[in-house]
């Protein structure tokens, strides 16, 4: 794979940017489930050196395992980034904590990484000082679980507060269940298909902010959705030049995999 390198990014990512009216502040950027390109994705080590080039802000992803302990995990399966086959809702925290993760752009098993349960993944936010994005992934009929176990982990943590974390997902229902426990905390949808800004009326959950697949935003839907109050994040931007144009849109941070 190329590698590309972008210098706009670094100069960005030292320019926070405050939100209207609002008690949190975002940098331009978020760290995509951490900086991977060296190191698998959603681990621990990825967290680290995404802290090292600059990041404030890192995403990443939260699922149950089969005995009920949240894990980061973007897939639902396993086998893209291990030697498992089946899901994350039907292996046990053992087994996934034990088995070597492997880096996506290589297809090479490092036997340095694995599994970073929920816990230990906010044991390292906060140690680091880092501003969490925390994606809650779940099959609807496992939402109510995932949430309140999600929710309990969090708790433990008092440097979690709205001014530095945000509770997003695609799941609305997994979202409301969230709320329920955590209605001090800010929310983001994440959407992955076309919308208008009437799509939102009638949701389950008081949303702070709109997380879209940025090919599907348009100029006029970003002001749209600006214009009815919420704040617009894209993913996954990987190109300099297709990050400027966001921002000129006025979206306010995108996620990216390239922190250089």
Not at 58 to 65: A, S, V, W
Not at 121 to 132: E, N, Q
Not at 185 to 203: C, N, P, Q, R
Request: aromatic share 12%.
């Amino acid at each position: 794979m190329m590698a590309l390198v972008y210098h706009l990014f670094p100069m960005l990512l030292k320019q926070p940017q405050q939100m209207p009216n609002t008690t949190i502040t975002f940098s331009p950027f978020i760290a995509h489930r951490g900086t991977h390109l060296e190191v698998p994705e959603n681990t621990l080590a990825a967290f680290q050196l995404a802290k090292a080039r600059g990041a404030t802000w890192i995403e990443c992803d939260i699922q149950l395992t089969a005995d009920n302990i949240p894990v980061i995990f973007h897939d639902f399966t396993l086998e893209r980034l291990t030697a498992l086959t089946g899901k994350v809702i039907e292996t046990d925290f053992i087994t996934l904590a034990t088995t070597p993760l492997t880096a996506a752009h290589t297809g090479i098993s490092n036997s340095s990484f694995f599994i970073p349960s929920f816990y230990d993944a906010l044991a390292c936010f906060a140690s680091l000082k880092l501003c969490a994005h925390l994606e809650i992934k779940t099959d609807p009929k496992y939402a109510d679980r995932t949430a309140e176990i999600f929710a309990k982990t969090l708790k433990q943590f008092p440097y979690f507060t709205p001014s530095n974390t945000i509770i997003s997902g695609s799941d609305l229902n997994a979202l409301a269940a969230a709320h329920q426990y955590l209605p001090e905390f800010k929310y983001g949808w994440v959407v992955d298909e076309v919308i208008t800004a009437a799509t939102l009326s009638h949701l389950p959950v008081p949303l702070f902010s709109i997380h879209m697949n940025y090919h599907y935003l348009t100029e006029k839907l970003v002001h749209d959705l600006i214009a009815k109050g919420y704040h617009v994040l894209a993913y996954t931007v990987n190109d300099a030049a297709i990050a400027q144009q966001l921002f000129q849109w006025g979206v306010n941070s995108v996620f990216t995999d390239k922190l250089v």
